[in-house]
Structures are given as C-alpha cells and as structure tokens.
C-alpha cells in the first residue's frame, strides 16, 4: 500500500474499456471482475531474470514461483508508471523505462483455493540495478536466474504462476525480447 486509504482496481469491460473501480480486497474471489493488471520481467545487465516467490500472505497464488513484480494500477495511474512503483514497493528497485512487449495478454486462472484471476495484463520487460530489498509482505524469495532456465520451468507449468506460464512463450517470440536476454 503506497499511503491511499484503500487500494483500488480498475475494473474493465470485455472489449477492454474501463467500467468504473473495486477495493483490491474486494476484486479477487471465486467470481473474479474482469480488471487490469500487470506483469513485469525485470532483467540485470548480464540478461538474467529476477524471478520471484510470493509470500505465503498474498491472496492470490501464495508461495508460488513467478516473473519479478505483478500489481494492478490505480484508477487513472498510466500503466509504466504503476509499474515502476510496484517495483519500488515490492523489490525496492529502480528500473529504466519499462517497454511494454505483450500489450493485451489476458488471462484467467483458479488457483486450488477457488480464487479466480481475470486479467487484461500487459506485460513489461525492464532492466534493474543495484541491490534487491524485497518486502517480505509481498515476497518470501527471489533468484537472478538464466531466461532458458525459467522457460524450462514454465514448460512445466506446475512450478510457476499461472500467468508467468502462459507469458513465457508469447514473450520469446516477441519482437526485439532478445535484447533482454543479451548482456548489456
């Protein structure tokens, strides 16, 4: 939480436009509200993925293996800049300019408790320097793992989130994803 009283989602409709907002603490449930998100894969200048596993007290997906930062701008947030604050909060991390590769991913996904997630979430590459100061609220482990390594495990599926799983191959092939993977 960055200070607001009450974090807020931005609820869409099916074509993808926005229908009004919902308390976080509200939105995710056995009936999940169609609601923008966002994933972000933050790379090293040696091309390796911060991978991350989320702590035990999230709602969705506890304990689970995925991308480096995922978050839900706020109501009139442009979407980089929601990026680089989940970032900032999460993982007290700075990044560059975040490059959005996979503009209208979406999914949906039950995790084994009934809770449903049901996204329109574009998904950020970015590159992170310096030291990692994750919050445990948000994050119990982090890894610099190798790009061929975390693609390995989402061919597995079982290991990773959901969504990191489906975003894994739709990213590979992107257009200009080398350059991530590429020691810089």
């Not at 974090?7 to 919902?22: C, K, T, W, Y």
């Not at 503009?103 to 992170?128: I, Q, W």
Request: some cysteine.
């Amino acid at each position: 939480m960055t200070g607001r009283s009450e974090e807020r989602v931005v609820l869409l409709d099916d074509s993808g436009e926005q229908v009004g907002s919902m308390p976080k603490t509200l939105v995710h449930h056995t009936d999940t509200p169609l609601h923008l998100g966002f994933s972000c894969y933050l790379f090293d200048r040696d091309g390796r993925l911060l991978v991350t596993r989320r702590a035990l007290s999230k709602r969705t997906w506890p304990g689970v293996w995925t991308n480096s930062c995922c978050g839900h701008p706020a109501p009139g947030e442009p979407v980089g800049d929601a990026v680089r604050r989940r970032v900032r909060e999460e993982l007290g991390l700075g990044i560059d300019t975040p490059t959005c590769l996979l503009p209208r991913f979406r999914y949906s996904a039950t995790a084994p408790d009934g809770t449903m997630e049901n996204e329109v979430c574009p998904v950020f590459c970015a590159r992170a320097d310096g030291p990692v100061h994750a919050d445990a609220a948000e994050v119990m482990d982090w890894r610099w793992v190798p790009w061929p390594d975390f693609a390995v495990a989402a061919g597995l599926r079982w290991p990773i989130s959901p969504w990191a799983a489906d975003q894994v191959p739709q990213l590979a092939a992107a257009p200009g994803f080398s350059l991530w993977t590429d020691r810089r």
